[in-house]
């Protein structure tokens, strides 16, 4: 089997990819997914309390506008539902392939294509666009002695919903952003919840509140007013990336964190473990208004001493104290920084992504690598935010790539791949703008940081200054497969 296009994933990045592909007319086009269903992080998180901390009418696609959110910061199963109506209202089903596992991808020099295998067989496509997430696959952490453990283990993004904790003892390993929204659901069940805290996260109050029946109906009647709403939500978070570049403005800001905290929780013993040494935005900067409370009731404790070991039925902490659990819940995030495809997609001289970046992931705009033709990656090296919605990043690269298939289609030439230099040269303004940043000089180590320790996951900058450097497809950029062969 041939395609034009073949696309990596079903989440916002894939889905999106697709509309916009059909919305200009390529309609030769395939969805590789290797779940059941469309959805990415939004169909596979579905531990107790998931939702979004961007508010709904951002974290939602620009060219398909949803009136009907209920809530002003969406749950997964309201966000799942969108993605499912996107692939169903654009006509997406009949692209999709589920059940299909990429496993491997080589770039074929003599036919100019891509030679992809798929646990369902191999196929070959022209384009290849790798729309798996970033937070597709989880991080499991090397304790002596996890792999040995006699009750449940299981990590945030694969929950086992089969698992009854009523009246379980509960360790939790992590405190990211998954942790600190399944804590407060699990606690008040369980008997007992041990929270093995590395580093504390800074947290905020988070926004709540619901979406009315009268503006939803106000929407579906008038979708500039929803726009606006957009716009609205848009403005003031784009200005908090001020913070993140100005660690002086950050530390301030975090002394809303700090009161935050105060007011939760009242003894000082537990307030100290709970607060960061490092400054606000160094880590993800967590929303919550019930994880602080959770942590202060009497069936919790947080132990700050580390893992010695895991054994049959309990956990040893660094202090030698041993902890019997009838399950262990990871909260331990991801790592987007290493891709698992990265390790199987081979370009012009056979070498991987993976050995090409050598543990610091770069990209030409965060999409396209010199090396590897007519390859785009959405949600590559330094496309991450930590202030706003991703998705808007995300339609920035969308569309560079509709740019990118509107040229080849245009000039009749096979592909494009982008120029060593100009990827360079990008890649070195992206050093000049991450440095003195809160991201590398926050005092903290982060999943932001790759193995080098570069910033290749953050977008350092307001993201309309991306949006207009990416948007545009600029050919000069670029070399083409019919321009090397002449």
Not at 27 to 51: H, I, K, M
Not at 69 to 78: F, V
Request: charged share 20%; net charge positive.
């Amino acid at each position: 089997m041939h395609t034009h296009v073949a696309i990596v994933g079903s989440g916002f990045s894939g889905l999106g990819a697709a509309i916009r592909l059909k919305q200009e007319g390529f309609s030769d086009f395939v969805l590789l997914e290797r779940a059941d269903d469309v959805g990415g992080t939004w169909r596979d998180n579905r531990y107790p309390g998931c939702a979004c901390d961007v508010a709904s009418h951002l974290y939602s696609l620009s060219f398909a506008p949803n009136p009907d959110w209920t809530d002003r910061y969406s749950g997964q199963a309201e966000i799942w539902r969108y993605l499912q109506k996107c692939a169903d209202d654009f006509g997406l089903r009949p692209h999709l392939r589920f059940g299909n596992e990429v496993r491997a991808a080589v770039w074929d020099e003599g036919r100019h294509h891509w030679r992809i295998e798929t646990s369902r067989g191999p196929l070959t496509a022209s384009v290849f666009v790798i729309a798996a997430g970033a937070l597709s696959e989880p991080v499991v952490p090397d304790i002596p002695g996890l792999a040995s453990f006699e009750g449940r283990t299981f990590h945030s993004a694969r929950w086992d919903q089969t698992f009854d904790l009523e009246g379980r003892g509960v360790a939790v390993i992590g405190t990211g952003a998954s942790a600190v929204q399944f804590i407060p659901e699990i606690q008040p069940k369980v008997a007992k919840l041990l929270l093995f805290q590395r580093t504390p996260a800074w947290v905020l109050p988070r926004p709540e509140g619901k979406i009315g029946a009268w503006q939803r109906r106000l929407f579906r009647r008038f979708p500039f007013l929803q726009r606006l709403a957009r716009l609205a939500i848009y403005l003031p978070r784009e200005m908090g990336v001020l913070l993140f570049r100005h660690p002086w403005l950050m530390r301030r800001a975090q002394l809303l964190a700090r009161l935050h905290l105060r007011k939760a929780v009242a003894d000082p013993t537990l307030r100290a473990r709970l607060t960061p040494s490092y400054t606000m935005g160094c880590k993800r900067v967590l929303l919550s208004n019930t994880y602080y409370p959770a942590l202060t009731r009497p069936n919790v404790s947080v132990l700050t001493t580390g893992i010695r070991e895991v054994r049959a039925r309990s956990i040893v902490d660094g202090e030698g104290a041993e902890h019997a659990v009838d399950a262990i819940i990871l909260g331990t995030g991801f790592r987007p920084t290493d891709p698992p495809l990265s390790a199987t997609v081979r370009g012009r001289q056979g070498r991987t992504l993976r050995e090409v970046w050598a543990g610091s992931p770069e990209a030409h705009l965060g999409t396209t690598v010199s090396g590897f033709p007519n390859l785009f990656l959405l949600l590559g090296p330094n496309t991450g935010v930590g202030h706003t919605s991703v998705v808007y990043m995300i339609e920035a690269q969308i569309e560079h790539l509709v740019g990118a298939l509107r040229f080849m289609r245009a000039q009749g030439v096979e592909g494009v791949e982008p120029r060593s230099e100009a990827q360079a040269e990008y890649v070195s303004s992206l050093y000049r703008r991450t440095a003195g940043t809160v991201w590398v000089a926050g005092g903290c180590r982060s999943w932001y940081l790759d193995r080098t320790g570069r910033s290749s996951a953050i977008w350092p900058d307001f993201t309309w200054r991306y949006r207009r450097r990416v948007a545009r497809f600029r050919p000069r950029e670029y070399v083409t497969l019919a321009q090397e062969s002449t």
